[in-house]
């Protein structure tokens, strides 16, 4: 038994209980080696497939042909294959070395030189450089994440950008159509909380001139709020009284500046739907348009369906469930409100346990761990306590996974069966001594 400890604890870090991993990984039809960073589950694998942006009548393709139908000239993209290298993912975006969205804890490896994108910026360089100027790129994105109402660790995101020519003729056209978006943009029953679109904390990149930067940044703003009012405008259960709204915040992103945030507030929070900004002239220089400047965006569609169309809960994108399906019309013009066809009963139970020694768990290894268990029957996981021992220095850890199917009741047989499985892999894989 000496060596089960080094045994246990190199296979922690891949991911998969001792001995388990597979030295290949078939992807998309496609064989790739592992190593010692595999961390994607057979959960994860099963959904490469779906690509459910692209299935007819889904709410999230709806959702993408509405949003291409704003911008027709646009040149509209969907086929990107998710597997990318981190440099494409992280360096080609001027991600710092230390960036924590490379993280095993945070992103899916195939291995070292492979992992599922983390955004559709991953794909900015390569749509540059093939030339397009204008255009929209819908995909499926990977995040280890947390188990709650409003993350999966698979989600869709839709990048758009727009670049022109740096000299006077190309940005006298910039301004005439900022002219033309602002006259559009005129009152309904949205409000939008704008912010100044140019400050010293979200300044102009130095290479910029500030004129062509301000008007550039200035169509960004006018193009996406004519989206959001597009997209949220005759959103049900908006009224004068009590608007949809909307705010943009200063952000940061390595590949933008400036950058900004798009929030949305829903069911008493403010949800953050959309991050852009004005993209870095290094990506445009990696793309070989130096010559060009412009602006990008990416948005999370669940987030946006969500709202349109009034869906509680993240999973139910997945659901295969007819009772889901058959509410969504194909016709992407019409929006559906979602009717919750039931709510079955949840069922929570507490696992709490003594962290090992000599292995490191991080949350999303936990909620991994659950999901590959239990699929989507497990609706949140919290940690409701910890504590660390100050004599011993041992730290225990409380989680409260609550089950509940999204399709049906679960019997009590089931839901301790699945629980039982649960505590077993948190022994196997991580070490954890149950309290
Ligand atoms: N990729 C970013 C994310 O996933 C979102 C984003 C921000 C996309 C700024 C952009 C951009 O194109 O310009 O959080």
Redesign the pocket.
Known sequence: MAYRVPRLRLALRRGYATGARPSHLELLGEIHPTDSITNITPTIISKLPLRLHTQLGHPLSSLRARIESHFPDYTHLSSFSPLVTPFKNFDELSFPADHPGRAVTDSYYVNKDLLLRT???AH?VDVFRSGQTKWLLTADVYRRDEIDGSHYPVFH?M?G?CIFPQDASAMKAVEEHNAQLSAHLDSSNIVIEDIPHITAANPVQPSHDPRHSELVAMNLKLSLNSLLLHLFGGVSGATKEEPLRVRWIEAY?P??SP?YEVEVFFRGEWLEIL???V?RQATLDRADVPDKMGW???LGLERIAMILNSIPDIRLFWSKDPRFLSQFSADPSKITTFKPYSRYPSCHKDVSFWLSEDTKMHENDLCDLVRDVTGDLVEDVKMIDTFTNPKSGRTSQCYRINYRSMDRSLSNDETNEMHSDVVSRLKDQFGVEIR
Do not use: Y
């Open positions: 955004h559709t910026s900015e995101q990048e950008a992103f590949f933008t950058s991050g852009c900004g993209v990008a965006f990416g």
